[in-house]
């Protein structure tokens, strides 16, 4: 009994604390939502166009696609609180490379390729950061531990909002290049909250490289081969369409349909995380009640319904409305998925499968800016296009969770690991 208490105590210890963890993500996001408002403004501010954004912002998606899987094993050889510091300054340098552009030159002497080049840094930066962040989070009670996504995904969110709103009121207050050096500094926050972090085992998983191809290949077995982490993977891929069709579109729409300045257009971006906020207060309250796929499920119903209202919206407060519930909806998503994924795979390839996670959400990402930058409709226009392939997508959501059942029932017993694949 006594040794039991012990090890529990002891396994107590080993966790990160919570606060410098939600304080690091709280930081990791803000310093995203700041830099995806400012970036999409100056593009519009350079070309006038909003095919621009999607242009530049495709870049961003095209590494997680292409780089991030092949980064996946070495972020579980390496030491997460390093890759998660490293990640951080290298975002943090794209972003003060773009402060510096936006500082010295006018907009009309811009060339595209800076903003381009800084934004695949600040990309690669995100593809070191975030699937470490996951593991991280993952040190914590598996009883406890989607309760534990829901308030970390709460500062998260607080995160959205409060880098979403510090962009647009910046904009008229310091101009473009104070908004990024804000944005830099947080990134420098998150860098330092996981100075904090006290984990003891953060070494990370010993392999050698001729081993990286199996191990590349167990990740990608485990993130297509399990039911569970199907579903998830279509729904997160979903969530994160919308995100990236709001990231592609709202300044547009904003300016062009809605006829608002940059400080409103914030208030409507952070409209997304208020919702999303909503939702992770909600959630953080009853996910331990409830079944994380009924979660998913309406979700993605929601999330491609709201996306065809924000398509009707003919004012501030409607689009600021529909907007919210989007972010709820989204959060109601990724909640359930983080949650799912978290408790499913061990620790020891959190970092690969979250990369070929990051992988399949990218390749929607690149879906949704091609649309949006080689499409000639209106912002509002494509609004309601995508709103029916995210109905088509919430479909199979739907019809992938309604199988779980059968799918456990059918799958035969698991074999042994091959000693190859980790």
Request: glycine fraction near 8%; proline fraction near 4%; aromatic fraction near 6%.
């Amino acid at each position: 009994m006594a040794s039991s208490i012990g090890k529990a105590a002891q396994r107590s210890m080993q966790r990160p604390s919570p606060l410098p963890l939600y304080v690091m993500l709280f930081a990791m996001q803000c310093a995203r939502s700041m830099f995806i408002v400012l970036l999409s403004w100056f593009t519009l501010e350079i070309t006038g166009t909003v095919r621009s954004v999607g242009k530049v912002l495709i870049c961003w998606q095209l590494l997680a696609f292409t780089v991030g899987p092949l980064l996946g094993p070495h972020l579980d050889r390496l030491p997460r609180r390093h890759l998660f510091a490293l990640g951080e300054s290298l975002h943090a340098a794209g972003v003060l490379l773009l402060s510096l552009v936006a500082l010295f030159l006018s907009p009309v002497d811009v060339p595209m390729a800076a903003l381009y080049a800084c934004a695949c840094l600040a990309s690669l930066g995100s593809l070191l950061s975030y699937p470490t962040s996951q593991a991280l989070l993952q040190r914590t009670d598996k009883d406890q531990l989607a309760r534990t996504v829901a308030f970390s995904l709460l500062g998260v969110q607080t995160g959205n909002i409060a880098g979403a709103a510090l962009a647009g009121l910046g904009l008229p207050l310091l101009g473009v290049a104070g908004g990024l050096a804000i944005c830099a500094a947080w990134s420098f926050v998150a860098v330092l909250s996981v100075s904090l972090l006290k984990v003891d085992s953060d070494r990370g998983l010993a392999m050698s490289r001729a081993r990286h191809r199996l191990v590349l290949l167990g990740g990608t077995i485990s993130t297509i081969g399990d039911p569970r982490l199907r579903a998830s993977l279509c729904a997160l891929m979903l969530a994160y369409a919308s995100a990236h069709a709001s990231n592609a579109l709202l300044a547009g729409f904003a300016r062009d349909d809605l006829k608002l300045s940059g400080e409103l257009y914030g208030w409507i971006a952070a409209m997304y995380s208020g919702g999303g906020l909503l939702g992770c207060a909600v959630l953080a309250r009853f996910i331990d009640r409830l079944d994380t796929g009924v979660f998913m499920s309406i979700g993605s119903v929601l999330i491609s319904l709201a996306t065809a209202l924000l398509s009707t919206a003919q004012t501030l407060s409607e689009a600021m409305l529909w907007q919210g519930l989007i972010g709820l909806s989204f959060m109601m998503i990724r909640v359930a998925g983080d949650a799912t994924v978290l408790k499913t795979v061990p620790n020891r390839r959190v970092g690969r499968v979250r990369s070929n996670i990051e992988a399949a959400i990218g390749l929607a990402a690149l879906v949704v800016y091609l649309i949006a930058s080689l499409s000639n409709l209106e912002a509002r226009q494509t609004f309601l296009g995508l709103s029916g392939l995210f109905a088509c997508a919430a479909v199979a959501v739907v019809l992938l969770e309604r199988s779980q059942p059968r799918a456990a029932a059918t799958c035969p017993p698991r074999r042994p690991r091959p000693r190859g694949l980790v």
